[in-house]
């Protein structure tokens, strides 16, 4: 079975540990990981904003990328939901304005290789219980996109619920959006700040000391929130608890700890 | 009324002071969240919801695609039963054929059903100003007429009050309207329920015309069909003489069969119950048995030019039950009246824009007055595609450029040429430009970094993105060697050096 890792943009940049985890949590569970790196970004904020023609090229690039792949797996629902959803959509759109039926094609190939972490462990690999553990008490939120237009269900908690010492509660009005919404957080703040703070305020009535989600785009903006109002509640990808072991309690080493350790480092300076 | 929706601030600027009224958000979210769960359960009891969606959905679509014969077929059938059809291309016109017609009859007061297209032309107004007054009979209107308020609901148009808040608006304004609230009102349901019925039940026995509009145009038949709760529009449509009804020519159904299914997926939806307390039915007119002048005004207002777009038609299917409204977060937290129109909340977002077109501030901001969680489309009742729409406006808005998009395209496409050449995404990732660069902080959106930061903080930069530590990883990348693979892209060209340092 070759494995690929569809990571995101978000991730790739910002969230480097959730890519880790994937990785960590395949590998426990036999499968050989790759990550082909001519993949960058899926299109999604582009598309969503209004920019369909700009995202043509990302979608054929994807569609190029993972080409020799037999599944690809993304830690997020929502990229997994914009390839699923929108890919079709834009091919088709592509092929009614008269530019050709190569990119429907493309897109037409690479959607039913495209699954979300959670969907991948739970009905290709068929496991739940991914030999975890997290000695924590947590709650889970679950992204619109993947509850909505993936249609998750109750994979994401049949995976938290296996993991050893792990006490999962119930989020009170899991459902509703935290208001992060891609663009939407910032064209629209005010709202996207009011339905987060509701959604905090719920995660903070359960006493979990994780809000977990699947999403990292989502918990940018919830941990934000969180981080802000100094609270000790905070944000993490199911795939970070996943990959959690009793020996590897916060999740894999941030560090290569065998093969070279020589290549280019990266050292980050933030200009205010 | 006196107050219009005309002018009003882009929904951002709206939203920013509505979400800060805590009386209007607890109003709302009691409100919203009662009437989406009991939705929720009267949808649970039938087994066939899926398929009567499908079915409704089905129904709209080849009503639309042949729509005119159906209107012309419908507009037969009424002729035939006596009634007289006008057609109006604009609210302007179908304004001055209603104006003209109240005159005809020699009569300065109208009564009026609940009406959503009456409310999209501003008829009252319109008749103000001819020196016609229009009373609204039905509850949440006369609630919002009497407050001078704008409606801020389809369903419920005073959903953003209260008990109290109603008791002061009858004990204050309703003398000025007509029969006075009784002394010592209380906030109770039953007493502000008796007051209203008081006050109306005058209007109703003096009207000589009555205004409304319709659920649905039954085309065979040239029957119109009116649903309701509170009895107040079956006073209207069977004392006055004179009855005009203002319909959009959306609302056609070819056959009384078709009905069958909307009857069920409307209340439901709209109210939570399996069968609305009344559904009026009247077709042309008769002698003796109810008016005996009957006038249908076919609206279009925008609707032919929102059938042309393969997209974006979908919302002419729209039966306005109101279901998306109750389940949708924004809305919740913005109130109705952030969305400048009397459609509010999901549906609003993409049929304002869509009838009125995208020129003004508010009407250009309303495709992005959501975070596309899906929930409104989850529940519609003719399965509208919501979240499909407002991309597909938004789509249009950054075409046509103004505010902010003329900065936000430039961005757009430079963004997908640094992600569309890998070597220099590497790049710009290394100098962690793009790092930055995929957070709020550096969006190409005007404020964008204030505007996450004012509630937000940002993430911590990790010390080295994932694709850096993969190299380190697995320094013999298998998929580097591909000949014709976009990898093979990988190595840098000076182009790529020059444009992905920048």
């Not at chain 1, 219980?129 to 008490?137: E, I, K, L, Q």
């Not at chain 2, 006196?2 to 607890?26: E, L």
């Not at chain 2, 939705?39 to 639309?64: F, S």
């Not at chain 2, 054929?97 to 032309?121: F, H, N, P, W, Y």
Request: proline share 6%.
């Amino acid at each position: 079975m070759r494995v690929a890792l569809f990571l995101t943009c978000v991730n790739d940049a910002l969230y480097p540990d959730t890519g880790r985890a994937v990785v960590t949590v395949l590998e426990r569970l036999g499968v050989e990981v790759d990550f082909p790196t001519g993949q960058t970004c899926c299109g999604q904020p582009q598309y969503n904003t209004g920019y369909r023609r700009e995202t043509e090229p990302l979608v054929r690039r994807m569609a190029e990328v993972f080409a020799d792949y037999d599944h690809v797996v993304t830690p997020s629902g929502s990229c997994a939901a914009m390839v699923r959803d929108n890919y079709p959509r834009i091919g088709a759109r592509t092929r009614a304005e008269g530019r050709g039926t190569a990119l429907e094609r493309a897109a037409g190939a690479l959607v039913p290789k495209v699954h979300e972490l959670t969907e991948f462990l739970v009905d290709v690999l068929g496991v739940t219980d991914v030999g975890a553990s997290f000695p924590h008490t947590v709650t889970y939120h679950p992204s619109c996109h993947g509850l909505r237009m993936l249609g998750l269900g109750d994979r994401p908690r049949r995976l938290l619920q296996a993991v050893r010492g792990l006490n999962l509660v119930e989020l009170p009005g899991a459902e509703e959006c935290c208001g992060f919404g891609g663009t939407f957080a910032v064209k629209n703040a005010a709202v996207s700040t009011a339905m987060g703070q509701d959604k905090v305020r719920n995660a903070r009535s359960t006493g979990a000391e994780v809000l977990c989600g699947a999403d990292n785009s989502c918990l940018m903006h919830l941990g934000g929130l969180l981080h802000r109002q100094d609270e000790p509640l905070r944000a993490l990808h199911i795939a970070e608890i996943l990959a959690a072991t009793e020996d590897l309690p916060d999740g894999p080493p941030t560090r290569p700890t065998n093969g070279p350790t020589d290549g280019p480092t990266e050292s980050l300076v933030v200009s205010a | 009324m006196s107050r219009t929706f005309i002018g009003m601030p882009a929904f951002p600027k709206a939203a920013a002071v509505s979400t800060q009224n805590r009386q209007m958000r607890a109003n709302l979210t009691h409100a919203t969240h009662t009437i989406r769960d009991k939705r929720a359960r009267a949808v649970a009891e039938l087994d066939d919801w899926a398929e009567l969606r499908l079915a409704g959905k089905q129904i709209k679509d080849r009503t639309l695609a042949r729509l005119d014969e159906y209107l012309v077929q419908a507009e037969a059938a009424v002729t035939a039963a006596g009634g007289t059809v006008h057609w109006a291309a604009d609210a302007a016109e179908a304004n001055r054929i209603v104006a003209d017609l109240v005159k005809a009859t020699g009569e300065r007061e109208v009564v009026k059903v609940k009406s959503m297209a009456t409310q999209e032309i501003g008829l009252n107004e319109a008749l103000a100003a001819e020196g016609i007054t229009a009373y609204e009979t039905d509850l949440a209107e006369l609630i919002v007429q009497l407050g001078d308020d704008l409606p801020s609901h389809i369903l419920v148009p005073a959903i953003h009050r209260n008990r109290g808040e109603i008791r002061e608006i009858f004990r204050d304004n309703m003398a000025s309207w007509g029969r006075p609230a009784p002394e010592g009102l209380t906030d109770t349901p039953a007493d502000l329920a008796e007051a209203a019925r008081l006050h109306l039940r005058e209007k109703f026995l003096r009207a000589k015309v009555a205004v409304s509009g319709a659920n649905f145009l039954v085309a065979e038949t040239g029957t119109l069909v009116v649903l309701e709760s509170e009895g107040n529009g079956r006073m209207c449509l069977t004392l006055p003489e004179t009855l005009i009804s203002v319909v959009g020519i959306e609302k056609v159904v070819p056959t009384w069969q078709d009905l069958e299914v909307f009857l069920q997926l409307l209340p439901r939806s709209s109210t939570a119950e399996r069968m609305n307390p009344y559904t009026s039915t009247w077709t042309g007119a008769a002698d003796g048995d109810g008016p005996s002048d009957f006038h249908l005004v076919l609206l279009d207002n925008g609707r032919t030019d929102t059938l042309a777009d393969q997209v974006g038609r979908q919302a002419l299917r729209c039966i306005r039950c109101s279901a998306c409204l109750n389940v949708c977060p924004v809305y919740e937290r913005a109130g109705g009246h952030a969305y400048g129109s009397p459609y509010p909340g999901p549906i609003g977002a993409i049929l304002t824009p869509q009838l009125r077109g995208l020129q003004s501030e508010v009407d250009a901001s309303l495709p992005y007055a959501s975070s596309l969680c899906g929930a409104c489309y989850e529940v519609c009742p003719v399965a509208i595609d919501i979240p499909e729409v407002l991309v597909h406006l938004r789509e249009k808005v950054a075409e046509q450029g103004g505010a902010g998009h003329r900065l936000e395209r430039a961005a757009m496409k430079s963004a997908s040429w640094l992600l569309d050449h890998p070597a220099a995404y590497s790049t710009a990732l290394k100098a962690s430009r793009l790092a930055r660069g995929v957070q709020p902080r550096r969006l190409p959106l005007p404020g964008a970094a204030k505007a996450w930061t004012d509630s937000r903080d940002l993430p911590p930069l990790p010390e080295q993105s994932f694709r850096s530590w993969w190299k380190e990883r697995t320094p013999d990348q298998s998929d580097r060697n591909k000949p014709n693979a976009p990898n093979a892209r990988t190595e840098p060209t000076d182009r790529d050096q020059q444009d992905g340092a920048n």
